[in-house]
T-cell receptor, first 113, second 117 residues
Framework: KQEVTQIPAALSVPEGENLVLNCSFT??????LQWFRQDPGKGLTSLLL?????REQTSGRLNASLDKSSGRSTLYIAASQPGDSATYLC????????????FGKGTTLSVSS | DTEVTQTPKHLVMGMTNKKSLKCEQH?????MYWYKQKAKKPPELMFV???????INESVPSRFSPECPNSSLLNLHLHALQPEDSALYLC????????????????FGAGSRLTVL
């Protein structure tokens, strides 16, 4: 059974720092991996989607990498801002038909000004 | 239109009430989902509708009753809920369904915050 783990569970950094969020998964048979952002009490906003054949995706100050063979993904945030404060969730889609997204528990990021 | 719209945003109900959550998308997506999210927990899948048919039911209690009137709408009917059912209920949609081996990229709504007294 696929399990997704995110480390750390919480992270506090001063504004301007570069930071890395980690996501690991136990079954490398994935179709893709998505990173989401969730503000308190709100829905999920998709940030980046990496297909299993890709190594990384970039969007603005965000860069997500994928090492499928080792079961790891990282989300790199450059020059963090207070507006980046949120919970970041990763989720994997398995290759087996009939499986839905499996989410990690998330990393809650706080960026202080 | 690239949104999933959920109503109401907030709902407070007693344990004897009957209420419904609604979800709508106009992206032509063929699969729609209900997730339940408790505080500081990841979303948990409840139901998946694919081509207006229920394709996944994750052993959800019968006090939650999904309905898919057409390909753009998904409802969640609530009856005789318990206080522990209080949570954020998220709706999502995707172009393809989990039954396929496709990318299954989900678009989420903003959620409906449910409080059961």
């Amino acid at each position: 059974k696929q399990e997704v783990t995110q480390i750390p569970a919480a992270l506090s950094v001063p504004e301007g720092e570069n930071l890395v969020l980690n996501c690991s998964f136990t079954d490398s048979a994935i179709y893709n991996l998505q990173w989401f952002r969730q503000d308190p009490g709100k829905g999920l906003t998709s940030l980046l989607l990496i297909q299993s054949s890709q190594r990384e995706q970039t969007s603005g100050r965000l860069n997500a990498s994928l090492d499928k063979s080792s079961g790891r993904s990282t989300l790199y945030i450059a020059a963090s801002q207070p507006g980046d404060s949120a919970t970041y969730l990763c989720a994997v889609k398995g290759t087996q038909a009939g499986t839905a997204l499996i989410f990690g528990k998330g990393t809650t990021l706080s960026v202080s000004s | 239109d690239t949104e999933v719209t959920q109503t109401p945003k907030h709902l407070v109900m007693g344990m004897t009430n009957k209420k419904s959550l609604k979800c709508e998308q106009h992206m032509g997506h063929r699969a729609m989902y209900w997730y339940k999210q408790k505080a500081k927990k990841p979303p948990e899948l409840m139901f998946v509708y694919s081509y207006e048919k229920l394709s996944i039911n994750e052993s959800v209690p019968s006090r939650f009753s999904p309905e898919c009137p057409n390909s753009s709408l998904l409802n969640l009917h609530l009856h005789a809920l318990q206080p522990e059912d209080s949570a954020l209920y998220l709706c999502a949609s995707s172009q393809d369904s989990p039954a396929s081996s496709g990318a299954n990229v989900l678009t989420f709504g903003a959620g409906s915050r449910l409080t059961v007294l």
